[in-house]
């Protein structure tokens, strides 16, 4: 099978989305399809490329077997709205005339920056090819949710094109079970949804013991070490953590912050101000030095804004955070919070309130036995979650998806509305 996979970031960038697809790649290589990459310069998120690239028209590579196609695209930083989108649609156009010259017989488009998908909707017309819509993110609501976008007319004519783009697609592969209510309660028929959710690579965090040179470097040796790794955006509430840090009185607990992104200096700014002593700040890391790091982390930090729309969303580093046995303290209501509380692999705390957060992290470090019986739900989380055999049933999908008659927007906009009629009379 050959599948034409269309993702803005990808290895050497280090966030869950590159993440994410270069894993599954890797694991549908050795099941034996053909894989190609069309992303764009590695920049995210400085919107800086990295050493050894170039922001050129076109240029190939092959990383294990997959190979990849990097084209031109305006790039920003991780800043301005004007800017971004600019960067996005960019990126869109470029991977949509690059697209028309790959042979596939399944076309994946992923977001959270839906204008990706734009790209693989028109290549499937014209190459007359199935494309799928892999779902990470609720967009436009989840930027509305952070404040870059509010006005109203601008997020209604998004979420137009939005639900055009779920209803023209063959199928939507979404990342957790509530997009995939909020989908179908959104008029989209449920048979075309399936859920593929983000996990754990057992293979490469899989460290049992602390990298004790790593602790002696950063100077956090016999330090109760609160861990937050990755990008430090608009949505993950951080401010909200560094101004409860400095209530914290015991300065044995230490928070260790990496990673960047729109909010890293207003942070370390902050952190500044409150003179805050027992915090380090670090820049982003290799996705392959991540496990050192999580070995010398006591409690890995998921927090997220408080809001609604974030009720949906299941933090990736909640599953390489247990795959090391590392208990999570959780921001973030919802579907989330229901998989830590299930498997017991860690504790949650509301978002955004102080008193909560301060509380449970004394829980974690004063409560030995707490503190084991979340190592031993961590264990449990991270085999149900094992990326490979997501990866494996992802591509079970988009094998099947030969099989499923291509259609209109339009017909795919009378059969959804159909199935909303059928659902609202059965009310």
């Known amino acids: 099978m050959k599948i034409l996979f269309i993702t803005d970031n990808f290895p050497p960038e280090v966030n869950a989305p590159a993440t994410r697809t270069y894993e599954h790649c890797q694991e549908w290589i050795k099941m034996g399809a053909e894989v190609t990459i069309i992303t764009c310069a590695p920049n995210f998120p400085h919107g800086k490329v990295y050493d050894s690239y170039e922001n050129k028209l076109y240029q190939k590579e092959n990383i294990e077997g997959i190979e990849v196609i990097r084209v031109w695209s305006y790039i920003t930083s991780n800043q301005g709205f004007i800017k971004r989108i600019l960067d996005y649609s960019s990126f869109s156009f470029m991977a949509f005339w690059v697209g028309l010259f790959q042979k596939s017989d399944v076309i994946v488009a992923t977001s959270p920056q839906f204008f990706t998908t734009w790209a693989g909707l028109a290549l499937s017309k014209l190459k007359r090819t199935p494309w799928v819509f892999e779902l990470r993110d609720i967009w ?52 075309k949804i399936d859920v593929v959710t983000n996990g754990s690579n057992l293979t490469l965090f899989n460290l049992e013991q602390k990298d004790e040179a790593l602790l002696k470097k950063l100077n956090l040796e016999n330090k109760f070490i609160v861990g937050y790794i990755g990008t430090h955006g608009m949505a993950h509430s951080l401010d909200f953590v560094v101004k409860s840090i400095s209530k914290i009185n015991d300065h044995s607990i230490h928070f260790l912050f990496i990673g960047n992104g729109a909010m890293k200096e207003k942070i370390v700014n902050l952190a500044k101000n409150l003179k805050i002593k027992n915090i380090t700040f670090l820049d982003s890391i290799r996705k392959e030095d991540v496990p050192s790091y999580l070995s010398i982390v006591d409690v890995s930090l998921a927090p997220l804004k408080k809001s609604d729309t974030f009720k949906t969303v299941i933090p990736s580093k909640i599953f390489e955070a247990s795959a090391m ?49 979340c190592q031993e739900g961590c264990t449990q989380l991270a085999q149900s979650f094992d990326r490979k055999k997501l990866a494996n049933k992802m591509l079970n999908i988009l094998q099947s998806i030969p099989t499923i008659e291509l259609e209109t927007v339009q017909d795919a906009y009378q059969r959804d509305a159909a199935t909303q009629r059928k659902g609202k009379g059965a009310i």
């Open 325 to 373: 046995k590392k208990p999570t303290l959780l921001g973030v209501e919802g579907e989330a919070q229901r998989i830590i509380e299930n498997y017991g692999a860690g504790i949650c705390y509301e978002p955004e309130n102080e008193q909560d957060f301060i509380e449970k992290i004394y829980s974690l470090k004063n409560d030995q036995e707490l503190y084991r019986e």
């Open 140 to 191: 436009p609501e989840s930027i509305q949710s952070v404040g870059a976008i509010e006005n109203s007319k601008i997020i209604k004519f998004l979420e137009k094109i939005e639900l055009a783009l779920y209803r023209d697609a063959t199928r939507v592969i979404a990342v957790t079970d509530a997009f995939k209510k909020n989908l179908i309660s959104r008029g989209i028929s449920a048979e």
